[in-house]
């Protein structure tokens, strides 16, 4: 078999087969494939796509890259999420830890930035010296002594995906369905949960630009995990805004820690956890009756057991949990920089898309696969869509170490932002809930 007869056939549209794709991913995994082949077949299945068994093949090939967790019987009960990507989505932030402290035992596979989409990897690790790079042992241990764990894919777990996703973060070629299937499903079977709940988003400041596009996706991926013997459940979700008020590594983590301390009680981040941690304890069998399950998780926030659940986790994997009391542990960008609105009315809208780009001008991303991210910097919004604004008020907040990109990130935000006389109607959040 030669890799270029499996690019120049996908090229021409045609069905690989699991031989060719075998192949395909062994050869990228023992680094005999140079970069500018898989880059060209990942361009290749861009444009052509796959059907669901070749997506089912590969999503199994990346699994076979590596090692798999295996909790044994104990994996009936363990629990993992994951989100296709978005803008200051923080909800794995705030789930976990809120259902870790439920009892359901987690164990996680995140990722980093993806794109324009902020990376959970890379937010938890603005926790000084918290490190992801847990070995499938760790993972196993940690979990049973403390209920938790969110590692990332390593040398050993599914490094298929490791290169393909760095790969396609600087090919433009991460926007592909059987890409991000495979991707994202691959993960949560490598990592062994029996439960598993897929955040797929739609929106501007998703790779999927509407409900339906994301319904397709979340439809592909219930359907693989069901050719791999995997039950999936995906809830198609909005991001057409940025979830929550904070865009921005460091700025991620403070919010989440404010809403598992019980400080934040309404929007859409607290919205969404409080669903997915529901959906969640109905789906464990935790609970069969939804306000009950509701009242529990509220009364793990006001009692301090989800924020006191993720210190343990932030020690468990060597970071500082002062960071949870002293926020001026994290790291400080050198600049803040309010912006104020120019007009009245209500927000309309803020287009999540530019809002990313803004942040990623500010360091907060990659452009190329080795670059260093600057945790500290972000933006705030003061304001959400659907609240009033007067002339005046301070809209967002920019959090910077360079006046040059300030001003690059603040001719986005400007854009970002849309004011209108009305008061807009308020998003919806879930759009479709897809089960096996
Ligand atoms: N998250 C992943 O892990 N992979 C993707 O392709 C998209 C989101």
Redo the contacts with the bound molecule.
């Keep these: 078999m030669r890799i270029v007869d499996i690019i120049d056939k996908k090229k021409q549209g045609k069905e690989l087969s699991k031989d060719e794709i075998n192949y395909f991913i062994s050869s990228l995994t023992d680094n005999s494939m140079p970069d500018y082949q898989a880059s060209a077949w990942l361009m290749a299945v861009w444009f052509r796509g796959m059907s669901e068994i070749e997506t089912a093949n590969l999503t199994d090939a990346i699994i076979n890259s590596g090692d798999c967790i295996d909790f044994g019987e104990f994996s009936k009960q363990i629990f993992d999420k994951?989100?296709?990507?978005g803008v200051g989505d923080k909800v794995t932030i705030t789930l976990i830890p809120l259902l870790a402290a439920a009892g359901i035992p987690i164990a996680k596979l995140s990722?980093k930035g993806?794109g324009h989409?902020g990376g959970t990897i890379d937010k938890l690790e603005s926790i000084p010296n918290f490190s992801c790079r847990l070995s499938v042992e760790e993972m196993i241990n940690q979990v049973k002594k403390i209920g938790v764990a969110i590692g990332q894919q390593t040398n050993n777990l599914t490094p298929a995906?490791g290169i393909l996703?760095s790969l396609?973060d600087v090919t433009a070629t991460?926007d592909s369905m059987p890409?991000?299937a495979s991707?994202?499903v691959s993960?949560k079977i490598a990592a062994g949960a029996g439960h598993i709940i897929l955040d797929v988003k739609y929106g501007s400041g998703a790779?999927m630009k509407t409900p339906q596009d994301a319904v397709e996706l979340a439809k592909l991926m219930v359907r693989v995990g069901k050719h791999l013997n995997k039950s999936i459940i995906a809830v198609v979700t909005s991001m057409e805004e940025p979830l929550g008020r904070a865009v921005g590594n460091a700025l991620e983590i403070i919010e989440s820690i404010e809403f598992l301390k019980g400080n934040i009680i309404k929007g859409d981040i607290a919205e969404l956890t409080y669903d997915f941690a529901t959906i969640a304890l109905m789906q464990t069998g935790k609970f069969i009756d939804e306000e009950t399950a509701r009242a529990y998780l509220k009364e793990l926030i006001y009692t301090g057991k989800a924020i006191d659940k993720f210190k343990e986790l932030i020690i468990a994997q060597g970071g500082d949990p002062e960071v949870i009391n002293n926020y001026s542990k994290f790291p400080q960008s050198q600049f803040k920089i309010e912006v104020k609105a120019k007009s009245s009315g209500y927000i309309k809208r803020i287009d999540a898309y530019k809002t990313a780009y803004g942040c990623k001008l500010l360091g907060a991303g990659r452009d190329k696969k080795n670059d260093p991210i600057d945790y500290s910097v972000g933006v705030f919004l003061n304001k959400k869509t659907g609240e009033p604004v007067a002339n005046g008020d301070v809209l967002y907040t920019i959090y910077s170490n360079a006046p040059a990109k300030t001003e690059e990130c603040k001719k986005y935000l400007d854009e970002a932002f849309e004011i209108c006389t009305e008061k807009p109607a308020a998003i919806k959040q879930i759009y479709e809930i897809i089960k096996p």
């Design positions: 994951h989100s296709t990507g990722g993806l989409t995906d996703y396609r991460i890409l991000i991707s994202v993960k790779f």
